[in-house]
């Protein structure tokens, strides 16, 4: 449907001389970019970064509704930038979003980033669309690892910070010693001075406030407010040089098609311009620009026109990805993508061929599996896929396991079926030697299991680096481990501190191979026939070991009914039903009671299996199994 052009808002503004324009997105400036800069004095570009479940997109609802972006009757959600079904469930910010709002007469756009370190391929993409950023750090667990990872990436572009220490109204809040700590990690990751001067705001972004007087309890977020518009330099460009935008997001529509994000860093885009698009393998494709949004609060507004400084969508550009430059067409120019940390876990990907296959998917050829993760590298940076031996089989490469388990959640959800290995970390040969990657481990634990947090971790060779006790009955561990030894440790910490551990890591770089780390020491309770389980047959297999599933399950040969409480795997008939006489038995009345069954999830189910064992992934069930069902032809644990 076209667009009438007194319909659409023109939100080019009227430029000011500026500073000399340093991009931080290239060390070397290209021609164009060493034409005359000229700072947007309209426009503010800021990121906020912290660690997972510091309060960033609680931040950002409190900064729309008080900047006047929602009207005062509408009904808003908590936590309204995380808006997929799988970041309200777990209550996590799984991708980068844009918003922006108004504040006196200026816009300014918000990047909210995911704070876990799985995505951080997401943060390091979105660095390049903005000026400067607020760093939040909870005013009581201080700086963690994906703390120092976000920083550093922005002390490397050059990004002036302003630091919010957040939920100041908890009770073990501790904003000095938090303080203290925050200028320790500047100084630790070689900040300039003017890095170091930043401005300091404390706020309760629950209830919206913030103050620059720490015994001070504040009204709203105007300091903060505040702070974006004197700390934040405007964004610089020449609208009048030919035009640069580098793409840092991608969305989709129905109607559209893909829709590139970036921001313009040189010239001026209008709708219906014909542009360059400078391909990553050094192609340039020609097209025309059909849409052209900017953000304004939770909408998306069609403009006409936009400026350099300005961070806009545009529709219209087929098989664009992230990390390309839309160009002009008569002098195009690249922009150096942003450089991605390498993923260090990979993962199988296969189609489902057990005997319970095709039943609930949709999708659940290989074709369908290749294409699905093709469209997901598009727009996943951080995220590599590579052939294997076997036409039905792909080696998938990310950051984490959440990362991995997250995607196979979406495929499921879409409906495809497909099975998984047990993760595995990537290494790579330097100078002869081999190495792996090896990640900081942050536990945040009570005292009272510290010991037991200590031996788990060694047991996985990981190295105590520091030790720190607050003073509030718990205690902070800190490991430099290597990245298998993460595998399957998160259960069973959760299980060792009866679920009141807190665990976090980062990767921190590569060493030397740290020796064998020992797999799970248990077996499986294998099933050897297919058919349905009966409350009977679980009751008697209780004893061996802890069950997985419930009564009435269907069953096969070769799947994983539960974990043995010995080494050894044992094949169990969890179909056996009990033999009915006429004679009256003395315990005939007495009721079968089941322990309730540990029903796993992705997550778990993934970091229980070893080498031998996949993960069968369907729309409505997951379900553990041996490589091999046959149990004839598979050698059993324990027994080889």
Not at 320 to 325: A, L, R, S
Not at 510 to 539: C, K, M, Q
Request: net charge negative; proline share 5%; hydrophobic share 40%.
């Amino acid at each position: 449907m076209s667009t009438e052009r007194n319909s659409a808002v023109d939100i080019s503004p009227s430029f000011i001389e500026g500073r000399i324009f340093r991009p931080a997105y290239t060390e070397e400036m290209s021609p164009h970019q060493k034409t005359r800069q000229i700072a947007n004095p309209l426009r503010r570009n800021v990121a906020i970064i912290a660690h997972v479940d510091h309060g960033k997109t609680t931040l950002v609802d409190a900064l729309l509704r008080q900047s006047g972006a929602f009207r005062a009757n509408q009904q808003v959600a908590d936590r309204v930038m995380d808006n997929t079904d799988l970041e309200r469930e777990r209550g996590i910010t799984i991708l980068a979003k844009n918003t922006a709002v108004h504040y006196k007469d200026l816009l300014i756009n918000i990047v909210d980033t995911p704070g876990h370190a799985d995505f951080g391929g997401e943060v390091e993409r979105t660095l390049s669309m903005v000026d400067g950023v607020m760093l939040l750090v909870d005013a009581s667990e201080g700086p963690l690892p994906q703390t120092r990872f976000v920083l550093r990436k922005a002390l490397e572009r050059g990004l002036p910070p302003i630091v919010v220490l957040n939920k100041i109204d908890r009770h073990d809040a501790r904003p000095k010693e938090v303080l203290n700590e925050v200028y320790d990690l500047f100084i630790d990751l070689d900040a300039t001075e003017e890095q170091i001067e930043f401005p300091v705001l404390y706020t309760n972004a629950r209830i919206g406030t913030a103050t620059e007087d720490m015994g001070a309890l504040g009204e709203d977020l105007q300091p903060l407010f505040e702070a974006i518009v004197d700390h934040v330099p405007p964004p610089l460009g020449n609208p009048e040089a030919p035009l640069q935008i580098l793409v840092a997001n991608l969305d989709s529509s129905d109607y559209l098609g893909r829709i590139a994000i970036g921001r313009i860093f040189n010239g001026t885009v209008r709708l219906n311009d014909p542009v360059a698009v400078l391909k990553l393998g050094g192609a340039t494709e020609q097209t025309k620009i059909t849409k052209l949004y900017s953000f304004d609060g939770l909408k998306r507004i069609e403009v006409e026109r936009a400026s350099a400084g300005d961070i806009v969508c545009l529709a219209g550009i087929e098989n664009i990805t992230i990390g390309e430059t839309i160009a002009d067409i008569e002098q195009p120019v690249a922009i150096p993508p942003v450089a991605i940390d390498e993923p260090t876990v990979s993962m199988i990907f296969g189609v489902n061929t057990g005997p319970m296959a095709g039943r609930d998917g949709q999708y659940v050829t290989s074709r369908n599996l290749r294409e699905r993760l093709a469209r997901e590298l598009v727009g996943n940076v951080s995220l590599r896929v590579e052939d294997t031996d076997s036409p039905e089989q792909l080696k998938v490469v990310g950051r984490g396991e959440l990362q991995l388990s997250i995607l196979i959640e979406m495929m499921r959800r879409e409906g495809h079926e497909l099975q998984v290995s047990r993760p595995e970390v990537v290494t790579k040969e330097i100078d002869g030697v081999k190495m792996e990657p090896v990640e900081d481990l942050v536990i945040d634990v009570p005292e009272n299991y510290q010991g037991v947090v200590i031996a788990q971790a060694g047991t996985r060779r990981g190295v105590l680096t520091k030790m720190v006790n607050h003073g509030s009955g718990r205690v902070r561990l800190e490991f430099r481990i290597p990245a298998r030894g993460l595998i399957g440790f998160r259960s069973q910490f959760l299980t060792d501190t009866r679920g009141t551990g807190i665990m976090n890591h980062l990767f921190a770089g590569w060493e030397p191979w740290h020796g064998a780390i020992a797999s799970r020491t248990t077996g499986a309770l294998v099933a050897d026939r297919t058919g349905a389980a009966t409350a009977f047959a679980i009751f008697n297999l209780q004893e061996r070991g802890e069950i997985f599933i419930e009564p009435t399950t269907t069953v096969y040969e070769g799947m994983i009914i539960g974990e043995n409480s010995r080494q050894r795997d044992i094949d169990v008939n969890v179909t056996k039903e009990k033999k009915q006489t006429n004679m009256r038995a003395s315990t005939a009345d007495e009721a079968i009671r089941i322990i309730p069954p540990r029903l796993l999830s992705l997550e778990q189910s993934i970091e229980f299996i070893n080498d031998d064992e996949l993960v069968e992934v369907t729309p409505k069930a997951i379900r553990l199994r041996k490589r091999i069902l046959a149990a004839n032809q598979r050698p059993r644990r324990g027994e080889e």
